[in-house]
């Protein structure tokens, strides 16, 4: 059986507009890995390093920054 992990927060807050985030970011990046979902819920993955192990650091980096980041009240 599976150990369901509780990850908090107090409700969902509002999404950021993803076109208006990757503007935002243009000319900004030196590399970067993206993950999310099209509008029929498709996973995307875009990915520009050419060394994949340093893709999955950075992937994993962000997963670690994600889980310690405090709940907001």
Known sequence: MAEI???GGKGKK???DP????DQLKGKLQAFVLV????DGNEVTAITY??????????E???KS???RPDEK
């Open 5 to 7: 992990i509780d990850f």
């Open 14 to 16: 509002l999404d950021f």
């Open 19 to 22: 076109d208006l985030t990757l």
């Open 36 to 39: 999310g979902q099209d509008h």
């Open 50 to 59: 050419g060394h994949l192990p340093e893709a999955l650091w950075i992937l």
């Open 61 to 63: 980096r962000a997963k």
């Open 66 to 68: 994600i889980l310690e």
